[in-house]
């Protein structure tokens, strides 16, 4: 079974500062990795997800994630944020090797830029 | 841009009543999600289908639960009754083939029920 652990609930932030939110996953086998936003009363949308390779993902909006294996990590970052950047962001995971490669998600972590 | 469509947008019932819930995945997925939103938690899954066929239903409360995709087009969850723990936001995703591993899942925007 698969687990995350997404550290923050919430990170308050200033305009224009960087952020970094992190998520650690538990798993006994090899997994592709992904971020998802969630603005209010709406669905989720994709920022960037691990497959293999480079462990350095950039998606869209400016944000980027890096894979560490040995730490079993996949922290998401943006350098300088913006006022529409407040969302709920998740973490999810699913197994690479499996069958069916369903989304193992974690609780959420609430970014709020302010001005 | 194709999205996935899901109605209604919001829902009110009284525990013991009936709801459905639909969802139109982008064209071509064959791929369909159920997932329960509770507030403050991550989506789970509920039942996953390819095509017209239930790949994976084990978090599906099948005593009440039930959903569908007879043509492997659109899909409907049902919850018959309805409990006050089913409060929740019941998304609907698709992807284009099973078995792409690390295929996108695209969201639709969700149905909040509030069960009274």
């Known amino acids: 079974a698969q687990s995350v652990t997404q550290l923050d609930s919430q990170v308050p932030v200033f305009e224009e500062a960087p952020v970094e939110l992190r998520c650690n996953y538990s798993s006994s086998v090899s997994v592709y990795l992904f971020w998802y936003v969630q603005y209010p009363n709406q669905g989720l949308q994709l920022l960037l997800k691990?497959?293999?390779?480079?462990?350095l993902v950039k998606g869209i909006n400016g944000f980027e994630a890096e894979f560490n294996k040995s730490q079993t990590s996949f922290h998401l970052r943006k350098p300088s944020v913006h006022i529409s950047d407040t969302a709920e962001y998740f973490c999810a995971v699913s197994d690479a090797g499996g069958s069916n490669y369903k989304l193992t998600f974690g609780k959420g972590t609430l970014l709020t830029v302010n001005p | 841009e194709a999205e996935v469509a899901q109605s209604p947008r919001y829902k009110i019932t009284e525990k013991s009543q009936a709801v459905a819930f639909w969802c139109d995945p982008i064209s071509g997925h064959a791929t369909l999600y159920w997932y329960r939103q509770i507030l403050g938690q991550g989506p789970e899954l509920l039942v996953q289908?390819?095509?017209?066929?239930?790949?994976?239903d084990s978090q599906l409360p099948k005593d009440r639960f039930s959903a569908e995709r007879l043509k492997g087009v659109d899909s409907t969850l049902k919850i018959q009754p309805a409990e006050l723990g089913d409060s929740a936001m019941y998304l609907c995703a698709s992807s284009l083939v099973l078995g792409q591993g690390g295929d996108t899942q695209y969201f639709g925007p969700g149905t909040r029920l509030t069960v009274l």
């Open positions: 691990y497959l293999s390779g480079s462990t």
């Open positions: 289908f390819q095509d017209e066929s239930v790949v994976d």
